[in-house]
């Protein structure tokens, strides 16, 4: 008889697994990273176009498509026991959709601490609890290591262009920004990501302006035309996995973000 275990997940839904899975489906690149890290890898069966990590591991997987993009065929075919899947990071009419018949877990993570207990939980579904343990205790050390700030610098975090984006308040960017002892120079708590017209953007005047790694890809060809809204603002860019991805990737965030502090205090 399948054991199976009753869970609750972040959208409030009662969820029963089969324990422990053993055909797991990620619809989110941090959680097949997160799913090797626990040393899942013999039962992650697909991967989405945008998992990265492990490189090697997953080169052989099946693509399931896009996290917002989702072909349905092919997970039907894989059968997973269970799909993890992000609020933020996947469409709510697919996930809602797969629900139907499948098994599906679904986080939502907007900061630091829900990051640690996401961690802690999956763990638990996966009968991988003492790894999960393991791996936030590391995160955790390594974030106790970053340096206080005596004067919070204001920070303007950009991750589109045309037009230009910003990360609000209710997200987990925001959260690491302030764990780095800054603060959003987005002030309104209702926008999670607002577009930004130059003139706006040279209105909020923020000490520092972070250009992400993605969604938009900056590079440094883009700092001149920002340099000219803001000629003395200091301009960084910065590793968009490092402030967005919300679960193993954390272990290599404490260092980058020492890393990170002492460069703009120099």
Known sequence: MENFIKVTDDLGREVNIPFPPKRIISTVPSTTEFLFDLGLGDRVISKTKFCKYPKDKIAKLPNIGGTKDLYFDKINLLDPDIIFANEEENSKNQIEAL???????????????????????????????????????????????????????????????????????????????????????????????????????????????????EPFPFTQKHIPEIQNLLPNTKIELVDGEMFSWFESHLLKAGKYFKDLIQKINS
């Not at 986080?107 to 609890?129: H, P, S």
């Open 99 to 213: 629900m139907d018949k499948f098994t599906v877990y679904v986080c939502k993570v907007r900061n630091y601490a829900e990051a640690l207990q996401n961690i802690l939980n999956t763990g638990k579904i996966v009968g991988a609890e003492t790894k999960a343990f393991e791996i936030a205790n590391h995160i955790h050390t390594g974030f106790s290591q970053l340096p206080i700030m005596q004067n919070s610098l204001s920070v303007l975090y950009l991750i589109w262009k045309n037009p230009y984006m910003a990360a609000g308040k209710d997200t987990f960017i925001n959260s690491m920004i302030d764990k780095c002892g800054f603060k959003n120079a987005i002030e309104d708590n209702n926008s999670r990501y607002p577009q930004l017209t130059e003139e706006e953007i040279q209105a909020l005047n923020p000490d520092l302006i972070f250009l992400s790694s």
